[in-house]
């Protein structure tokens, strides 16, 4: 794993993948600082913090898109899937090699609240909450885009794709308001995601008897669960997309709260799509 961090971060900077992310970065975050703190004179810069989670829109696709893409482009995955490397090696390597790209970019801007603090006071405390917080926050984005990345050849694609599927969970929150709350649209709405498993699990183990019986199993635990308490389907939309809204659970930190859950929540996100991509590579390997 070590070798692959070290190949990966280097890389960063022998192109100009790393220079364009920490400047876009930089200079976004600086403006929104500029504004935000030095014209207007607030001191409170987790403003600045809650602000710039849009950058990751674009920064994170910038870092990611090229991770995987890139060598099932050029075949030179085939070595990686024949060697005796562990996958989880390498795709954590891959993993924490952004992940540091983006520590060492977010660490730059701690040069911003010391600014702040030669003027006034500073929350000490507050800050870091947010710090911590926005830091987590770009993890579980970096952990999309490594997925994403394992999903196709094409770079720009990944960045698309990546983009897309960062705003919809930065609008999570917007669309669970629009979502219906009533039973029978909770009724269809899991029965659609039992299709979507069945299918998901065909498409994995390509063994169509299985993933029928998985659809059975969990149609008739719909039944059962309709027969035992109606109710559980009462909103069970809104609760499912709660579960992908990560800028909500960021709110804490940007008050500088620091929530345990949270932190268990976004490790737990990151490691989840960590998973899916170790598990997308190895059926790439035995297909």
């Known amino acids: 794993m070590l070798a692959i961090f070290s190949k990966e971060f280097r890389s960063y900077f022998t192109s100009a993948t790393g220079y364009i992310f920490m400047s876009f970065f930089l200079i976004m975050s600086g403006i929104y600082f500029a504004i935000m703190n030095l014209m207007s004179g607030n001191p409170n810069y987790n403003i600045v913090l809650n602000s710039i989670t849009m950058i ?6 910038i870092i990611t898109m090229r991770l995987l893409s890139e060598e099932t482009k050029q075949k030179t995955d085939q070595l990686v899937l024949t060697s005796p490397l562990r996958l989880s090696g390498i795709v954590l390597g891959k993993y924490f090699a952004a ?37 987590l926050l770009g993890a579980c984005f970096i952990a999309i885009g490594l997925f994403i990345s ?10 698309l794709v990546t983009f897309a599927t960062l705003l919809l969970l930065l609008l999570m929150d917007g669309i669970k308001q629009a979502l219906p709350k009533d039973r029978t649209s909770s009724i269809i709405f899991v029965g659609i995601l039992v299709i979507a498993l069945a299918v ?27 027969v035992l308490d109606k109710t559980l389907y ?5 609760r ?4 992908f809204s990560l800028l909500r659970r960021y709110d804490s930190f940007a008050m500088g709260i620091f ?25 790439r390997r035995w297909s």
């Open 240 to 243: 499912f997309f709660d579960w």
């Open 56 to 61: 990751l829109l674009i920064g994170v696709p």
């Open 99 to 135: 992940l540091a790209l983006f520590a060492v970019t977010l660490l730059i801007t701690g040069i911003q609240p010391v600014i702040i603090s030669l003027f006034g006071s500073l929350p000490v405390g507050e800050v870091l909450g947010g710090y911590i917080g926005y830091f």
């Open 259 to 283: 929530d345990l859950s949270a932190v268990i929540y976004y490790v737990t996100f990151a490691a989840a799509f960590l998973f899916l991509t170790i598990q997308m590579i190895e059926k």
């Open 234 to 238: 009462d909103g069970i939309m809104i």
């Open 150 to 159: 394992s999903l196709t050849d094409n770079q720009v694609v990944a960045a």
């Open 200 to 226: 998901l699990i065909y498409f994995s183990i390509r063994n169509i008897y299985v993933s029928i019986g998985i659809g059975m199993i969990g149609f008739v635990a719909m039944g059962i669960a309709y």
